[in-house]
């Protein structure tokens, strides 16, 4: 079977591809590109006829908690100092320029 065969029967075509993705790769490095890719498509093959029944799936491999701190409301900025240093204000609130028609 031929190259442009095999990338047919893999359904991968890794000068398409390319095209899509505006490379410009050589006729050598496609060939090398394309056998890569039908590698890892038979590697994935070969992991989805695993049998994973009763396997629970993971977002990870090592059990990970959250550690949060409690909720305490805490003195933010004093606004007068605030508006002491702000350039513009305008009712009480700073005013900024408008940056967008």
Known sequence: MGDAEQAKASGLDVAYVAHLARL?????EIALFQGQMEQ???YVEQIGKLDVDGVAPLSHTVSV???WREDEP???????????????QRDGLIAVPKIVE
């Open 40 to 42: 890892i498509v038979h």
């Open 65 to 67: 908690s959250n550690v």
């Open 74 to 88: 805490r003195p933010g900025i004093d606004h007068g100092k605030v508006m002491d240093n702000a350039p513009e």
């Open 24 to 28: 410009h790769l050589r006729d050598d």
